[in-house]
């Protein structure tokens, strides 16, 4: 279990880094931007749709919305950016 959750964190960093390597690139359309900006803002913001003291839906908003935000912004990215922000996300994790 212990193994499971480093592995999830470790592969966390990573995808984080390739967003900002992402945001960064040129050859990306300024919708996908947009749409990264807006998911890293929502999550890290304290205003929410669904106020996180509400018991179980409250939570329910931040769980939908930035992976949603994240799907929408690189389904809209080239395939080979992607990849290259991945590779050179590897390169700067080792």
Same mark, same amino acid.
């Given at each position: ?22 945001l ?15 998911? =890293? ?5 304290? !205003?929410? @749709?669904i106020?996180?003291?509400? #018991?179980?839906?409250?939570?329910? +908003?931040? =769980? ?5 935000? !994240?799907? @929408?912004?690189?389904?809209?990215? #080239?395939?080979?950016?992607?990849? +290259? ?10």
């Amino acid at each position: 279990m212990l193994k499971r959750l480093k592995t999830i964190g470790s592969d966390f960093k990573r995808e984080i880094k390739v967003y900002q390597l992402v945001l960064k690139d040129s050859r990306v359309p300024r919708r996908a931007k947009w749409l990264l900006g807006a998911a =890293v803002g929502y999550a890290l913001s304290p !205003v929410d @749709l669904i106020p996180d003291f509400v #018991p179980v839906v409250g939570y329910l +908003d931040d =769980v939908l919305i930035v992976p949603i935000l !994240v799907m @929408l912004a690189l389904r809209s990215i #080239p395939k080979e950016v992607i990849e +290259d922000c991945r590779n050179r996300a590897g390169h700067l994790a080792s």
